[in-house]
């Protein structure tokens, strides 16, 4: 079928905006107190996400009507700055926060390379798995040059530490070689020593460890590592069917820890009950729903990869926040995207929308 340009996906625009209004509203609710406490100011958490926003839409405009032909050639050296960042984070120019280091920048100017480094990583495997496609089906060519690439990258940010992105990007990149057409014996093996990796990780980190422990029976440890995941069911019991009412958590009264960031969703739960978290992860599952189809309807194996790993992205850290939040998996320090206060991840989220709706204005099925 001839190419030809035409309007860019509408449902997933909307559920892309929709997502973004309900996390503004939740970033308020949920953060109003203690940030009236600590900054004297109701709406500070708040207005900065709504800056952020309005800087998102904006690039996820740009990036919408940028040349399609230009997005690969974009792909290696947004792929070097990401990796040239994620060296500088863990540098004394990373900046440290909550026993992390996590951020680069000047004040409150600030951004986590590892968010850039999903975008980056996305497009770079895109791009070389389109010109070595044939060679997926070898483990040697096919399959170890990106496991090296991708053990690069997950290892510059579990230094960070931070295992749960590492994971994401992991899992992220998996799915990109499935849908490239690695053997399922090769993903086989690659998730088996994954998940070896991953308990490694969480033998050698005490912290980590205690975590996990704790995640198996979090009702033995109530005042410590057991302590957050109990306060989010908490939460979520607490909303029932329809929520306590919007603003009136009380698990946000210093109750809950992040409340505004990795624990958003327990809110969300609390206020707006169950039919509140049942539209969020509906809304989710249209998002994966149209990107999905974007990626099955894309011009090329380029952008058929890249709409299949921006997807796979944004639901997987999705899926694992929800996870995490209702208790199904241990504590990972992942944000809720579109819905989480944090700029970076809200800025970087909505590029690679603009990503997905760009691919989409060149669908073959119209």
């Known amino acids: 079928m001839r190419l030809r340009k ?73 792929m070097i700055v990401a990796l040239l960042c994620l060296i500088l984070v863990v540098t ?39 010109v070595n496609l044939d060679s997926m089906r070898s483990f040697v060519k096919g399959i170890i040059p990106y496991l090296i690439l991708i053990a690069l990258v997950c290892g510059l940010i579990m230094l960070q530490p931070d295992l749960g992105t590492a994971f994401a990007i992991a899992g992220t990149a998996f799915f990109m070689m499935l849908a490239a057409g690695a053997r399922w014996s090769h993903l086989g093996v690659i998730a088996v020593s994954g998940a070896g990796l991953v308990a ?24 410590d590592e057991g302590f957050q995941t109990i306060q989010s069911l908490y939460a979520l019991g607490s909303g029932g069917l329809f929520g306590m009412g919007l603003g009136r958590s009380r698990q946000k009264f210093f109750y809950l820890p992040e409340q505004h960031t990795d624990f958003i969703f327990a809110i969300l739960g609390e206020e707006l009950g169950f039919l509140g978290a049942f539209l969020v992860i509906c809304l989710f599952l249209l998002f994966a729903w149209r990107g999905f189809k974007i990626a099955l309807n894309a011009p090329d194996t380029f952008s058929s990869l890249l709409a299949t790993g921006l997807t796979v992205m ?31 991840s809200l800025l970087f989220s909505m590029i690679g929308v603009g990503l997905l709706l760009n691919i989409s204005r060149y669908s073959t099925y119209r």
């Open 6 to 78: 035409g309007p860019p996906d509408f449902i997933l625009f909307i559920t892309t905006l929709l997502l973004v209004g309900i996390g503004l509203v939740m970033v308020f609710s949920s953060s109003a107190v203690t940030s009236n406490i600590w900054y004297d100011d109701a709406y500070f958490y708040f207005k900065r996400q709504l800056i952020w926003a309005l800087i998102g839409i904006v690039c996820m405009l740009v990036v919408m009507k940028l040349n399609y032909l230009r997005i690969k050639d974009m792909a290696i050296p947004l």
């Open 92 to 130: 004394p120019l990373g900046i440290e926060a909550k026993g992390a280091t996590r951020s680069l920048g000047v004040g409150f100017l600030r951004f986590s390379p590892s968010e850039l480094a999903k975008i980056a990583m996305v497009m770079f495997l895109a791009k070389v798995m389109e």
């Open 200 to 223: 490694a990780a969480i033998a050698v980190a005490p912290y980590r460890l205690e975590r996990f422990i704790a995640f198996l029976n979090p009702w033995k440890y109530p005042t």
């Open 314 to 344: 944004v639901v997987f850290q999705a899926a694992i926040n929800i996870g995490v939040v209702s208790g199904a998996l241990p504590v990972t320090g992942i944000t809720l995207p579109f819905i989480s206060y944090g700029g970076s």
